[in-house]
């Protein structure tokens, strides 16, 4: 199969564009190969180097593609502010469904869910990863709350995870096909469910349940 990362290319030196071509390389290994047949010297081939200039920089694959998975989720991932919370939920799905659907996205998915998965580095670069998201959708979910588009108790966590949910049982369960169409479903869940308060904080949750229970007797 053939892939758009990185083509076997004419020897880059060394240097930035050298690391760049490395790190492009093992992604595109990863989709091609998968993290069980990935060696150092097929991504030296890719990326053009010789393997004694890979190896000054990387001990082996495992370190390959850690660092190749940690430069890739540094890129900066701007959030939207569109000033609503429906369209600021549908940019973000739709990012979400274009960037794990393309051809980094599905290398990504490789190393994160398959025997690379394992390793402690990547463990530990997959829970950094899904707390910057975290970390970085908080602002859309306040703004929401401060515009009255959302409870007051909505957990920006939850709402997130809620939001992906739907998408990433598509690549990574069902297998069923992941569309714009997916993306817009994914909204009305999220926003039917935090509407109704399911996405409240966990201390809010029991309040509300103890509420109900109350009423009840």
Known sequence: ???????????????RKAQAAVRAATLAELLDRGYAELTV???????????????????????????????HFATDIP?????????????????LVQSMTGPVGRAVQTAMFSDAGRLPE??????????????RAAPVVARAIERGELPADTD?????????????????ISA????????EQA?????????AG??????????KANEADAGQE
């Open 1 to 15: 199969m053939e892939s758009s990362l990185s083509d076997p290319a004419r020897p880059v030196g060394r240097g």
């Open 41 to 71: 010297e097929g991504v030296a081939q890719r990326a053009g180097v010789h393997k004694t200039t890979l190896y000054r920089r990387w001990k082996d694959r495992a370190s390959l593609v850690v660092d190749a998975l940690a430069e």
């Open 79 to 95: 959030m939207p502010d569109t000033g609503a919370v429906e369209t600021d939920l549908q940019a973000l799905a739709q990012g």
């Open 122 to 135: 990547v463990a530990e670069a997959k829970r950094r990863i899904f707390a910057d998201r975290f970390r």
């Open 156 to 172: 920006p966590v939850e709402l997130i995870k809620t939001l992906a949910a739907p998408i990433y049982f598509r690549l990574l």
């Open 176 to 183: 069923d096909p992941v569309e714009e169409g997916t993306a």
């Open 187 to 195: 909204v009305r869940i999220t926003l039917a469910a935090a509407r």
């Open 198 to 207: 399911a996405l409240a904080g966990g201390s809010a949750v029991a309040v």
